[in-house]
Nanobody, 122 residues
Framework: QVQLVESGGGLVRPGGSLRLSCAAS????????MGWYRQAPGKQRELVAV???????NYADSVKGRFTISRDNVQKLVYLQMNSLKPEDTAVYYC????????????????WGQGTQVTVSS
């Protein structure tokens, strides 16, 4: 069993920044792709960013150039740096361990974090 614990969400004004962190209970980065998914009320879950076992990264078109995913293999942490936030980024963000190959719909998510709320509003 693996526990994923997110932190760093909150309320921020448009144009602001937040950094989300995800702590894994054991090092799983050689077993799973690590993704940040989000879900807004009334909308489907979507993949925001992923870092694969091999270290490759991929982003949703809507966040390219604004968000950066990274991981610290020693500290067992995954980060999502979010800059230039927009109201449409408002959602619950989940850190997930995904059986490779990942997909954008999240059908291969193996472990879930509890989620952290991000609200972008003036």
């Amino acid at each position: 069993q693996v526990q994923l614990v997110e932190s760093g969400g909150g309320l921020v004004r448009p144009g602001g920044s937040l950094r989300l962190s995800c702590a894994a209970s054991r090092n799983i980065f050689s077993e799973y792709d690590m993704g940040w998914y989000r879900q807004a009320p009334g909308k489907q879950r979507e993949l925001v960013a992923v870092v694969t076992i091999g270290g490759s990264t991929n982003y949703a078109d809507s966040v390219k150039g604004r968000f950066t995913i990274s991981r610290d293999n020693v500290q067992k942490l995954v980060y999502l740096q979010m800059n230039s936030l927009k109201p449409e980024d408002t959602a619950v963000y989940y850190c997930n361990a995904v059986l490779p190959p990942y997909d954008t719909q999240g059908s291969r998510i193996r472990y879930w974090g509890q989620g952290t709320q991000v609200t972008v509003s003036s």
